[in-house]
Each structure stands twice: as C-alpha cells, then as structure tokens.
C-alpha cells in the first residue's frame, strides 16, 4: 500500500504546510537528507497550549504528539516536492514535551508521532528519537517535535 493510500485508509488529510514564526525556514536540505524544523501541537487551528502533569494528561499529549507528526509529515512532502514516495527513511524524531519537574512519562508523549511514522511509512518510519522534558516551549505549546528524513 502507497503512502497515500495509507493516509487515505487513517482518514488523514495533509493541511497546508504552516510559515515560520520567527528567523528560520521549514526545512533545509543537504544532499539527500532533509532537515524539518520543529513543528508545535495545534488543536482546532490553535497553539495547543498547556504543561503535562499539570493540565494535561499523556494520553492528551500523545494525541497532540500526533497531530504534530501530521503537520511534520505535511512539510515533508513539501520538501519532497510534493511527492511522499521520495521518502527513504524517517531517520530522526526529537520530541520537546512541555511538562512539570515531577512529569517521566515523555516517552509515551511522543510515542504519538512516532507510531503514526511506522503506520504511514512502514518499516521506512521506524526511526531513531530523544523525547525530553522541558519548562516551556514557544507560545506555552504542549508539544514540539524536530525530523530528520532521508530522501531517494
């Protein structure tokens, strides 16, 4: 099954690739690897803002860790040139998850992106990943995830 029609069968459509909100670009690109800049969790078209362990639960987090791996997904076809297929591996996550001092479970957060990877990519999407916890993240987001990706 192609990418596309995997992201047909989980009922994703890919939204319009977001514009930066500061000095820097989308991605940037070195030979056949491509380097997505870190995308926040959105709900509704909105920052999804708030701290887990404080006000939102792992479970919240991993739907918003998620939505962010759509958006990720959405620059890299740009990236691609509009063509998925160009994809060779999901190299990379990191995953920054706003949480309190006390919170450990940042692990299972990003686990959202990084099993959408593996369902939308296959074998191709399994990938390498740190997930952290930080105080803040820009705009008070719950969640910002970076991609690394290698292209054919």
Request: with cysteine; charged share 20%.
């Amino acid at each position: 099954m192609s990418v596309y029609e995997k992201l047909k069968v989980l009922n994703i459509e890919l939204p319009a690739v977001a514009t930066p909100a500061a000095a820097y670009v989308m991605y940037a690109q070195t030979g056949n690897t491509v380097f997505i800049s870190g995308h926040i969790a959105k709900q509704d078209g909105k920052v999804w803002v708030g701290q887990l362990g404080k006000n939102i639960t792992t479970d919240e987090g991993k739907q918003a860790a998620r939505a962010v791996a759509i958006d990720l997904i959405a620059t890299l076809q740009a990236a691609c040139g509009g063509d998925l297929t160009r994809v060779k591996r999901i190299v990379k996550l990191m995953s920054l998850v706003n949480s309190m001092p006390d919170y450990t479970e940042q692990h299972l957060v990003t686990n959202g992106a990084s099993e959408l990877m593996v369902e939308v990519f296959g074998d191709a999407g399994k990938h390498a990943r740190s997930a952290f916890g930080v105080a803040q993240i820009p705009m008070g987001a719950c969640v910002e995830i970076e991609l690394i990706a290698e292209l054919a």
